[in-house]
């Protein structure tokens, strides 16, 4: 199946700062990708979707300002996370789709962040 | 938007018994529904879809089936196996938009 890679698989920082967490397809073009929160014992929240080229779409109550995405190629979307809180600590996964292939979304390994 | 139940949010078993999941979904645009298998601090794995043209599908001891007419659709697992054991998660979409994730199923495989 498809590949996806997602960087740092974790990371800590300091409660105002920002942090960059990268997806990327390995072995197929991405032209849409979606990133994911889960919160401990909880579901897959859709935050975002990532399109190549043009603006992320959010979903209700995500604010943009606060999760910059940049899908700058084929293969990479980029999510921000501006001016962190402890409370954004969560498990983001992002995903992405293969249009060569007849299956649904392939899910990166994710990255935990824990701000303190 | 979309929205997704899915029933019971804990199962337990006994081993070789069959497990069965079920998930309802409010869209009727939707057109593909996986089934996703996540362990603990790990990213979800598809186990098995299905899309709106079909009623039915199998791989093994697992299978899926989906009433487009009353939206919900059915994860089963047969012979169950202690690692079965996991959080699995039905999901619905379809078109450019992503998926939306019922709340989950932890399955516990007593041995």
């Known amino acids: 199946g498809a590949v996806v890679s997602q960087h740092p698989s974790w990371v800590i920082c300091k409660s105002g700062t920002s942090v960059k967490i990268e997806c990327r397809s390995l072995?197929?073009?991405?032209?849409?990708m979606f990133w994911y929160r889960q919160f401990p014992k909880q579901s897959l929240m859709l935050m975002a979707t990532s399109n190549e080229g043009s603006k992320a779409t959010y979903e209700q109550g995500v604010e943009k300002d606060k999760f910059l995405i940049n899908h700058a190629s084929l293969t990479l979307s980029t999510l921000t996370v501006t001016s962190a809180h402890p409370e954004d600590s969560s498990f983001y996964i992002c995903?992405?789709?293969?249009?060569?292939?007849?299956?649904?979304?392939?899910f990166g390994p994710g990255t935990r962040l824990t701000v303190t | 938007g979309e929205n997704v139940e899915q029933h019971p949010s804990t199962l337990s078993v006994q081993e070789g018994d069959s497990a069965v999941i079920k998930c309802t979904y409010s869209d009727s645009a939707s057109n593909y529904f996986p089934w996703y298998k996540q362990e603990l601090g790990k990213r979800p794995q598809l186990i098995i879809d299905?899309?709106?043209?079909?009623g039915e599908k199998k791989d093994q001891r697992i299978a899926v089936t989906l009433n487009k007419t009353a939206k919900h659709f059915s994860l089963h697992i047969t012979e169950t196996q202690p690692e079965d054991s996991a959080v699995y998660f039905c999901a619905a979409g379809g078109g450019a938009d992503g998926l939306t994730f019922g709340k989950g199923t932890h399955l516990i495989i007593q041995p």
């Open positions: 995903s992405a789709r293969d249009p060569g292939q007849a299956r649904g979304e392939y």
């Open positions: 299905i899309r709106s043209n079909v």
């Open positions: 072995d197929f073009q991405a032209t849409t």
